[in-house]
């Protein structure tokens, strides 16, 4: 490597030395298992039980446009040596986003180009087909859920906050992770259509059907790690300052996570997450539950984090119905974008390895990662396997194969093998994984014992909470699940069984069942809900744009409440909700009817107000009065909140519906004869709820244009980056500025110049897209021949590397003062700290630093721009 080319390459963080990034630990090996070759620029990827590999290469990166920019790469390792010796090109598509392999047949989450064009018409979910095993996929992909993405955004941005990640889950659903693009009418391969604002966690089953929302209130979730019970985490990106950091999260099904607008002035309605992380950029995840593995590394969910270059390990313990956890690293990877594991527990990791935004056909690498011992062990062919060997696999501690056991089970639809399936489940020394797989094969036979058998099953208190869970699964047949089995499962001492019934009985469409849900709605002790007295006390005092609640912190009390209103919503309790008013499950039913918009909820609540003598309950329903006067605008796709969205809440887009007029007369009648402190009191829920009450409060603010000075503090590094591509550098004006940045204190700007830092003048073969990252994101972009070297007494020296040779290295301090290493002194040499901070360039317009940008680049006159 010349002086010349270590000096004016920059590298994301470890890039120089791969044996530092992977570093080989006594406790695994790693091995490259492809480069840019055969995988660059890869998105995702998916490995089957039997070890194909399968990589989702996109060339467009995260903010790249145009057709035939992807395509799916299979890997095989033949000789187990840790190398991919044989591949195929699967399939070609656009910007493959998730994979899942199964058998012989490949899910995957894409965009779609047509022919001849230059936009993307859809995002879809779609399956192939590979019959023959020639690792070519038989023909075009089969659509199974078109438009699953808001297109709009996907055309003007790129698909950095697409639908990404998907995952089979034990309970055969597949699970979508869903960027806060959203999406508009998503239509399934059974007509079913679905709109979200924001993100979340979309399922649908295998074949297309059945498409319905499992979680909601998310940002830019990357993809989603499963469980053996079902529990789903997720590990989100950060919003650059608006608040929301990485989150981890346990999802829990009919959860609102609340992002943007509940999570900050809302947050009593809310699930929250587990842990706010700090900065980062979520990606890929996986439970990884594989006996190959030490229990140290085993049994735990394993996330991916692109912006940090690391493979989290988050050890997580059972809190109530939930859990609490901690986070520790465990892998380095240079820009990591996805992780899976076969059945023989070989993890493979994908390497983005600073190919950029928009993809580069010559970088990105992957690598298999095996612990210390392992020994290969080759997968049956379940297509051979007789039924019996088929349950023995079931009852496997790889949850990889039990699943892959549990799919082929499925394939087959043998109804003889319901009685074999129930003996596992109801095994009571059988592994406790092996009994909930069983369980879940055995609801998805459909045969006629089903309902019976899984209500037998739910008298056995150590797997009731799955029994009730695949009861009410399948809203087709949660109608036919006892009632009584779920209301009395409400009382549990288990508080995950609680949690079950709850959800399920709002799935079942009787709200006969609306009493007991709200039996459940108010929890004791000091949790604080949306119309409890301390709530209450918020609510009508002047709102704070500063006071936020506390959204990254476990509250396990809250869940039972939270899914029982979104239950009495789905059922639309409103008649019992509205008979709870004078009872102790009021706060719980306002809660409730607080979302329910209809003629029948308003009316309801001015009569009680009317009846009530309490001044209390006077204020509750004037709060929900407040909420309900507006509701969420339907959401058309045309526009996109951005990177840092308006979190003032409880709406995105309020909007006036068919009840508001009335609401609005009924208030105002109130305010006009009350005194000084209940206007007071009745204005602050206005303006907390944005109710839009003329004369009184909660009118929109007129819009004013922000300052341009600043715009780089308060703007994203994609947005930057979307700009940099429409606005032209003035190098002259650059050069102004960058002195007004002291930059030249610890860089070289001209070639002449003594070396110190990391060297300025070299910046020409970079993208503007590389340049800004290094400015913005000193920390995760940093030069290579930037390092510290650690000697054989333990001094460290931090400077950068201005000649290497078989005998020793030179390193040159800030100060350009040159220092003279053996290579045998050298005890280590890792990548150096950032000498820049993360907001050198706050205070620039987007214009201003597209100067710089340009003005650092015409410094190298080498290169060919």
């Not at 009418?185 to 007509?191: F, K, L, M």
């Not at 809250?558 to 639309?572: D, G, K, M, W």
């Not at 909700?577 to 009021?586: G, I, K, V, W, Y």
């Not at 040779?805 to 002194?825: F, M, Q, W, Y």
Request: charged share 20%; net charge negative.
């Amino acid at each position: 490597m010349t002086l010349r080319h270590l000096l004016s390459r920059t590298f994301l963080l470890g890039s120089l030395l791969p044996n530092l990034l992977h570093a080989n630990p006594e406790d695994w090996l790693s091995t490259e298992f492809a480069d840019a070759s055969l995988t660059p620029s890869p998105a995702c990827l998916c490995a089957s039980a039997a070890g194909e590999v399968f990589v989702g290469v996109d060339l467009n990166g995260s903010l790249g446009k145009g057709p035939d920019k992807g395509r799916i790469v299979r890997l095989l390792d033949m000789d187990n040596d840790g190398t991919a010796d044989s591949h195929t090109i699967f399939a070609r598509v656009d910007n493959p986003r998730g994979l899942v392999a199964m058998g012989n047949r490949l899910w995957v989450l894409h965009s779609v180009i047509p022919e001849g064009a230059k936009e993307v018409a859809s995002v879809q979910l779609s399956v192939f087909e590979d019959l023959d095993g020639d690792g070519i996929a038989d023909g075009p992909p089969q659509p199974l859920v078109k438009n699953i993405s808001t297109l709009e955004p996907n055309r003007e941005r790129g698909a950095d906050h697409t639908t990404n990640g998907i995952q089979l889950g034990i309970d055969g659903w597949i699970y979508i992770a869903v960027g806060d693009f959203g999406f508009v009418e998503a239509e399934g391969r059974d007509g079913r259509k679905l709109t979200l604002l924001g993100g979340g966690i979309l399922r649908v089953r295998p074949d297309g059907t059945e498409m319905e929302m499992y979680t909601r209130g998310l940002r830019n979730i990357y993809d989603v790690a499963i469980d053996p019970f079902m529990n789903i985490f997720t590990r989100g990106n950060t919003n650059d300052g608006g608040g929301w950091n990485i989150r981890f999260i346990h999802h829990v099904q009919s959860g609102d996570y609340g992002y943007p607008t509940l999570f900050k002035h809302f947050t009593p309605e809310i699930l929250p997450a587990l842990a706010d992380l700090g900065g980062g950029s979520g990606a890929g995840a996986l439970f990884l539950q594989e006996p190959s593995w030490p229990a140290r590394f085993n049994n735990l969910p394993l996330m991916a984090d692109w912006g940090r270059s690391q493979l989290y390990i988050h050890r997580v313990e059972p809190d109530g119905p939930s859990f609490t956890q901690k986070q520790e690293p465990f892998l380095k990877c240079s820009q990591i974008s996805d992780v899976d594991v076969d059945a023989s527990g070989r993890l493979y990791l994908a390497s983005w390895n600073g190919a950029g935004y928009k993809g580069n056909p010559d970088i990105g690498l992957l690598t298999r990662v095996v612990p210390s011992g392992w020994q290969y062990v080759p997968f049956p062919n379940l297509k051979k396997a007789a039924a019996s060997e088929l349950l023995k696999l079931l009852a496997s501690p790889s949850a990889k194969t039990r699943l892959s056991a549990s799919q082929e089970i499925l394939l087959r639809r043998d109804p003889a093998l319901s009685g074999s399936l129930f003996a596992l489940a109801s095994n009571e020394a059988a592994l406790l994984e092996a009994r909930v797989a069983a369980l879940f094969t055995l609801a998805q036979l459909g045969h006629q014992e089903r309902t019976a058998q899984l209500t037998a099953l739910a008298a056995d208190a150590s797997v009731r909470e799955w029994a009730l869970r695949a009861l009410a699964d399948r809203h087709a047949t949660a109608k036919d699940a006892p009632r009584d089995l779920f209301t009395a499962a409400l009382q549990d001492p288990n508080p995950r069984v609680q949690v079950a019934a709850a959800i399920g009985l709002g799935r079942m469409g009787d709200p006969s069942v609306a009493n007991a849900l709200l039996a459940v709605t108010t929890p004791g002790g000091d949790t604080i809900t949306p119309f409890s007295e301390a709530r209450l006390q918020e609510l009508t005092s002047a709102p704070n744009p500063e006071t936020e609640g506390p959204h990254a912190k476990p509250n396990p009390a809250i869940i039972l409440p939270h899914v029982a209103v979104h239950s009495l919503r789905q059922l639309e309790a409103t008649q019992a909700c509205l008979e709870a008013l004078s009872t102790p499950a009021r706060n719980g039913a306002l809660w409730a009817l607080q979302q329910m918009h209809s003629e029948e909820t308003v009316t309801g609540l001015l009569n009680y107000y009317q009846s009530t003598d309490e001044a209390a309950d006077e204020v509750r329903i004037i709060a929900a009065l407040a909420r309900l006067s507006q509701n969420e605008a339907p959401y058309d796709g045309s526009w996109w909140w951005k990177t840092q969205p308006d979190t003032r809440g409880p709406y995105y887009v309020p909007s006036p519906w068919s009840g508001t007029e009335k609401i609005a007369r009924f208030v105002q009648g109130i305010y006009e004869n009350a005194p000084p402190q209940g206007k007071d009191l009745i204005r602050h829920l206005a303006d907390r709820n944005r109710s839009r009450w003329e004369g009184i409060g909660g009118m929109e603010p007129s819009s004013e244009k922000a300052s341009e000075k600043g715009e780089i503090g308060r703007t994203s590094i994609e947005d930057i980056v979307l700009a940099l591509d429409k606005l032209k550098g003035r190098p002259n004006r650059g050069k102004t500025i960058l002195k007004g940045m002291a930059c030249a204190g610890c860089h070289n700007l001209t070639a002449e110049e003594t070396i110190k830092g990391p060297d300025l003048s070299r910046l020409g073969s970079q993208t503007p897209a590389e340049i800004a990252e290094s400015i913005i994101k000193p920390s995760a972009i940093i030069a290579s021949s930037w390092v510290n070297i650690t000697r054989q007494d333990g001094t460290v020296l931090a400077g950068t590397i201005v000649e290497k040779n078989d005998k020793e290295i030179v390193l040159h301090d800030i100060a350009g003062t040159p220092t003279r290493i053996p290579l045998s002194d050298i005890q280590s040499t890792t990548p150096g700290p950032p000498l820049m901070g993360p907001h050198l360039a706050d205070e620039l317009s987007l214009q201003q630093f597209a100067d710089v940008i340009a003005y650092l680049r015409s410094l190298d006159t080498s290169a060919n721009h």
